[in-house]
């Protein structure tokens, strides 16, 4: 049996008919993101981004994805604006 996920970018949350929670892989949140798998382990690594594990699978809550992102954009901008 196939399961599928659907991750809505737009307003950050995940429909998995299977799932009461609001979790994103490594991969999900680097495309929120629009970086790379390997810069999301960087940023849980520095302990810029949230995780927990379920089971033995990392996860990331779409909030805290989110959040980051909307941080980021704002950092970006008063670089921008700054210059």
Not at 17 to 33: G, N, Q, V, Y
Request: net charge negative; hydrophobic share 45%; no cysteine.
């Amino acid at each position: 049996m196939i399961r599928t996920t659907l991750v809505l970018v737009t307003d950050f949350t995940v429909q998995d008919p299977a799932s009461d929670h609001d979790d994103l892989t490594a991969l999900e949140a680097a495309r929120i993101l629009g970086v790379s798998k390997l810069h999301v382990i960087d940023l849980l690594e520095a302990g810029e981004l949230d995780f927990h594990w379920v089971g033995s699978d990392l996860r990331f809550d779409v909030a805290d994805v989110a959040a980051y992102k909307a941080g980021r954009e704002h950092r970006d901008t008063e670089e921008l604006v700054a210059v």
